[in-house]
């Protein structure tokens, strides 16, 4: 199922699921679908500490959450316009996205 996010004022489809998660391990460099999970998960279990411990997010992990949104992008409209460096940019600015 597709839904949308806004991004910038606008609205966007983005769809997870299998598709998503192939494309999400082509950009992690992981070789599989449970891998590719344990990935994520590590990364997000990440961003958690460094937020509570008031520290700085790694380029990993900002990385991360932009291919994660690509992915979703992607698999919802392969011929969107965004690239991976401007979708970090628009999380580092509105970390509310990733709710």
């Known amino acids: 199922m597709k839904h949308t996010i ?3 004022g606008s609205h966007f489809p983005i769809k997870f699921g299998y ?6 391990g082509v950009y992690l ?3 599989g679908y449970d891998t590719t999970i ?3 998960n590590e990364l997000l279990q990440q961003l958690v500490a460094a937020e509570k411990e008031g520290v700085n997010i790694s380029f990993e992990v900002t990385d991360a959450l932009g291919y994660l949104l690509l992915a979703g992008l992607d698999n919802a409209d392969p011929d969107n316009a965004f690239e991976h460096t401007d979708l970090c940019d628009i999380i580092l600015l509105n970390p509310e996205l990733l709710q």
Do not use: D, Y
């Open 6 to 8: 806004e991004i910038n």
């Open 19 to 24: 598709g998503a998660i192939r494309a999400l």
């Open 29 to 31: 460099n992981t070789p």
């Open 38 to 40: 344990v990935k994520v």
